[in-house]
Structures are given as structure tokens and as C-alpha cells.
């Protein structure tokens, strides 16, 4: 198995340590991450081929969709710690929570300011920094369209190119598409691991969003987003997996009859056939806090 630490990338520049990338994060995906064939796979192509390009054409812009639970957050860490000694407290990852960072929209203005000059003052030191904006669904789009020029086909902005850079956004916009076109695989005796991109048409779901930020965004009409990344919602078998990852993580035995137990304390979804856990393995720390 890879030390995963020994391959992280403490300084800005790494490209003499691109070889070690791929391995680690899919071995970090393989180890933490379930369920989610389909993310794995674009998350490794992307980003693999984007930090292999000396001179790509604009940054890289991965936007992750699926709902609670499914492992956005967790794929998010799981890149930026392949990438940097420390992951998101590295000072080159910068991570924004719509609700918490930009909270009010009387004062939108303030914040486009504050992003803008966030995001180029750290580009300046860093041309391979990473954002991560959380709950991109929730936040305004005035906000969303103050990012636009960053993530653009400029050789430069004001002196600075961005080309390097990374943007990941999560959002739960696209989840009911995701979920109803999984569903109907499972209902017709399909393998989950059949399902491919071609079956989940993101693009058109997340842009016909009318509750989502990214439909009053350019964004999206603009093809500025590279890539759509779907988090199909979580079954009873990779909520057991999170579980025994938990357990050996705290430095436990792995105990089937706890595994067992704080499964199926969880709720599933649709009522009747009871497929997929509705909060995915989001609540797995705290019912197994009740068992140790």
C-alpha cells in the first residue's frame, strides 16, 4: 500500500511529483469513498489529465452533485490531501460554505468584492490553488457570476492567469435526477455499476433547477463547468462500509453485530423497497458515538 503522506505536495509547484498523483487519490478513493463508481472515475481522469497539461486552457472546474451524505465533502478532502501536506488546512486549499461565508443577500456587493480579491491574491501566490465552494445551490447568483471570469478561456486577468488554478463545487441540485435514474436501474434488475454518465444527463437537471443558484448563473450556459460530477445515494451495503471504516478509524476491532446494528438504525428510501439511506453515511459518527 502507498504511504500516502510521503507523496503529498507541501510547496505550490509539484509537477516533478505528478507521477505519484493519480495512485494516491484513487487509492484514497478506493479506501474511503463507496459506492460511487462513477465519481471515482471522472475525478481521476479530470484531474490527472488537467495537472499533466503544462498549459492548460482554463482552470479546472469540477462541480459534484448529489445529495447529503453521498461523499461530496469527503471526495473534496480526499483531493486536496493528495495534493497538499495538510489537505484543506493547507494555505493553498480554500474551502467557502454558502450559509456560513455569505449568509446575507443585502450584502452581495460586499462579498462579490471580498471573493474577487480572495480568490486573485492567492492565485498571485499560488497558480495551482484549490477552491471548494460547498452548497453552491444556495448561494445567490449574482455571487456565482462574480466567480465566472476566473474559471474563463482568459490567458490572463489583470496580470494574473488563473489557468492552473482548481474550482470545486458541491451542490445538491441534480440529486433527484440522479436518484430517480439509479432507482429505475435497480427496479429493472440493472447493475448499479452499469449505470454511466451517458444514463445521467446533469447538465440539463441542474440548469432546470429553478430553486438552484445555478440556474439564474452563466455558468452553465457558458460551458464553464468541465465536468458534472453525480453521487448516486448510498444502499444498506455501503452504509455498512462506512461503518467498518469508521470503527478502524477510532482504532477499533471491526464488530459486525455494531456494523449490523447502526445500520439499521438508519433510515432507507422509497418506503417500500427501502434501498437507499436518505442521509447517506452522513450520520454514521454519531450512532456509532451511542454503541462505543
Request: with cysteine.
Amino acid at each position: 500500500m502507498l504511504a500516502q503522506k510521503d507523496f503529498r505536495f507541501p510547496k505550490c509547484s509539484f509537477n516533478q511529483l505528478l507521477l505519484l498523483f493519480p495512485p494516491v487519490l484513487q487509492e484514497g478513493l478506493d479506501d474511503q469513498l463507496f459506492g460511487q463508481h462513477l465519481a471515482k472515475k471522472v475525478i481521476v481522469k479530470s484531474l490527472t489529465g488537467f495537472l499533466n497539461n503544462p498549459n492548460p486552457k482554463k482552470p479546472l472546474t469540477l462541480s459534484l452533485h448529489g445529495w447529503t451524505g453521498t461523499g461530496k465533502n469527503f471526495a473534496s478532502r480526499i483531493i486536496v490531501e493528495s495534493l497538499f501536506e495538510g489537505g484543506l488546512n493547507s494555505k493553498f486549499v480554500h474551502q467557502f460554505v454558502s450559509t456560513l461565508h455569505f449568509p446575507h443577500q443585502q450584502n452581495i456587493s460586499q462579498y462579490k468584492d471580498q471573493l474577487q480579491m480572495w480568490i486573485r491574491g492567492n492565485v498571485s501566490s499560488c497558480p495551482r490553488s484549490v477552491f471548494i465552494f460547498d452548497e453552491m445551490d444556495k448561494m445567490h447568483a449574482g455571487l456565482i457570476d462574480s466567480i465566472k471570469p476566473f474559471l474563463d478561456y482568459y490567458e490572463e486577468l489583470d496580470g494574473v492567469s488563473y489557468r492552473k488554478a482548481i474550482f470545486i463545487f458541491l451542490s445538491n441540485a441534480g440529486a433527484e435526477k440522479i436518484t430517480e435514474v439509479a432507482l429505475d436501474f435497480w427496479r429493472r434488475g440493472k447493475r448499479r455499476e452499469d449505470l454511466s454518465l451517458r444514463d445521467l444527463d446533469l447538465t440539463l437537471s441542474v440548469f432546470n433547477n429553478k430553486n438552484s443558484g445555478f440556474w439564474h448563473s452563466s455558468l452553465i450556459d457558458k460551458h464553464l463547468i468541465d465536468y458534472f460530477v453525480p453521487f448516486l445515494p448510498l444502499e444498506y451495503k455501503h452504509v455498512k462500509m462506512c461503518i467498518r471504516v469508521e470503527l478502524e478509524s477510532r482504532d477499533y476491532e471491526v464488530d459486525e453485530d455494531i456494523v449490523t446494528q447502526v445500520a439499521d438504525e438508519m433510515t432507507y428510501f422509497p418506503k417500500e423497497e427501502r434501498i437507499y439511506s436518505d442521509k447517506g453515511c452522513k450520520t454514521v459518527c454519531t450512532k456509532l458515538d451511542f454503541y462505543l
